[in-house]
């Protein structure tokens, strides 16, 4: 099966709850609905992830925001392992957008912590740089042109980084840490 998580302290102290944390995710767009969770464990018992690593599950994320524990949260690295395939949404009978409530998470980590998988900072810069997630080769851009496609559009790299600025993007990614893998 997957790896045991032995880094989460069995005790939750007082002093560790945020009793306004979990208003402030209802707040979020995505993680509205989070206190209707009742637990019942669908979203991590069809969860891709969550069968096969004890490291990611979607019922302990949505019950520790339900408890405020906000900084539990934002300094579990578990949070990147979620691959955003939806699946805990669909099939959640209270409607909890729990996909949402990782990408508020992680938009929070990122905000608080300035820190990213290494990998989400790789791809961003080569926005920032190219204009594309992905640097084309020279050999597919002469294949498309063999087979009578058009050249990749241009894109407009002083308007990708005026939106990077304007959003606070660029900021955020040349503050950020990164790490390179998700350890339990």
């Known amino acids: 099966m997957g790896e045991k998580r ?24 995505g993680a509205e609905n989070v206190a209707l969770c009742f637990q019942c464990g669908t979203c991590s018992a069809d969860c891709p992830i969550s069968r096969f690593s004890d490291l990611y599950k979607p019922r302990r994320i949505a019950r520790m925001v339900q408890f405020g524990l906000k ?3 934002l300094s579990d690295k578990a ?7 939806y699946t805990c949404v669909d099939r959640c009978p209270q409607g909890v ?31 920032l740089k190219t204009g594309y997630v992905y ?8 294949k498309r042109q ?9 894109p407009n790299l002083e308007q990708i980084r005026k ?8 900021e955020i990614l040349e503050k950020a840490m990164t790490f390179e893998k998700v350890e339990g």
């Not at 069995?10 to 945020?18: C, K, P, Q, S, Y």
């Open 6 to 29: 032995e880094d989460a302290p069995l005790l939750i102290r007082a002093v560790e709850f945020d009793p306004e944390f979990k208003f402030d995710m209802k707040k979020t767009c």
């Open 79 to 85: 949070l990147w392992l979620c691959s955003t395939c």
């Open 135 to 142: 640097e084309f080769p020279e050999s597919r851009l002469k």
């Open 97 to 127: 957008e729990i996909a949402g409530v990782v990408r508020a998470l992680r938009n929070l980590v990122v905000k608080e912590r300035h820190i990213m998988p290494l990998v989400s900072k790789e791809l961003a810069s080569r926005i």
């Open 163 to 170: 939106i990077f600025e304007v959003t606070g993007s660029l």
């Open 71 to 73: 900084d539990r949260l």
């Open 146 to 154: 063999m087979q009578g496609l058009p050249p990749i559009p241009k």
